[in-house]
């Protein structure tokens, strides 16, 4: 696992992490947390979009991450692909965390009142506010971007920077990222399976999502958490 820091609107500080993350790694994060809420900051943004699997031991680890800050009156929040938001989805840990889909919208919802205007948005990267005339956005390749429902848009998430700078760091920071196919397809079948529940399978689904019964198979696997990506 690797981690940055920056510090986004209103003092919220935005811990940034890639690679592998479970309950052991995310603890290497409880030190600078602690530094942090001496230093007097109160609201803590996770931003997992980076991080390519993620399941209950994750959770664990986020949850060890929450308790110092909302002991303290601060807030907390959590932003990540396909496969963290269907791991805490599924835990039933969306509120409890404070799920968002981008570490800016994680930003927002953690700032202590509403601060964005209709004209306004936030960084993805540092969580400035920027007006919306001067953001710089840009497409990267990220398998677990939620899936839009136009084929065209599969793995690809929008990102807005308050400037160059910061949306050349964003591209780094997703391209640093393995893109999988079939996690893409499990963003697929996620979307299918959310409208007509868990019991829509077999070739009914298949042909839903646009898949072979072979890549069903993998798409499913991934979603129950075997990563069969590296026999692609
Ligand atoms: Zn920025």
New binding site residues.
């Given amino acids: 696992m690797q981690w940055t820091d920056r510090t986004a609107a209103h003092g919220t500080i935005v811990l940034g992490v890639s690679g592998d993350v479970g309950a052991t790694s995310l603890g290497e994060l409880r030190r600078p947390v602690s530094r942090y809420l001496a230093q007097g900051h109160l609201a803590f943004v996770m931003d997992l979009s980076a991080v390519r699997y993620f399941d209950w031991s994750g959770i664990k680890g986020l949850a060890g991450l929450r308790l110092p800050v909302t002991g303290r009156g601060g807030t907390f929040g959590v932003a990540g692909g396909s496969s963290v938001r269907r791991a805490i989805v599924s835990s039933r840990f969306e509120h409890a965390l404070g799920l968002c889909p981008t570490p800016g919208k994680a930003v927002l919802a953690c700032a202590p009142e509403p601060f964005l205007r209709a004209d306004q948005s936030v960084?993805d990267?540092?969580?400035?506010v920027?007006p919306t005339g001067e953001r710089v956005d840009e497409i990267v390749r990220d398998s677990s971007a939620e899936y839009p429902g136009d084929p065209l848009l599969e793995g690809a998430r929008t990102v807005v920077?308050?400037?160059h700078r910061?949306v050349t760091a964003l591209v780094e920071h997703y391209g640093a990222r393995p893109y999988s196919e079939v996690e893409a397809w499990a963003a697929r079948v996620d979307r299918v399976v959310e409208d007509k529940g868990e019991s829509f399978s077999g070739l009914p689904l298949a042909d839903a999502v646009g898949l072979d019964l072979g890549q069903l198979r993998r798409a499913l696997a991934w979603r129950a958490g075997h990563d069969v990506s590296s026999t692609a």
């Fill in positions: 960084c990267w540092c969580g400035a920027v920077g308050c400037g910061h």
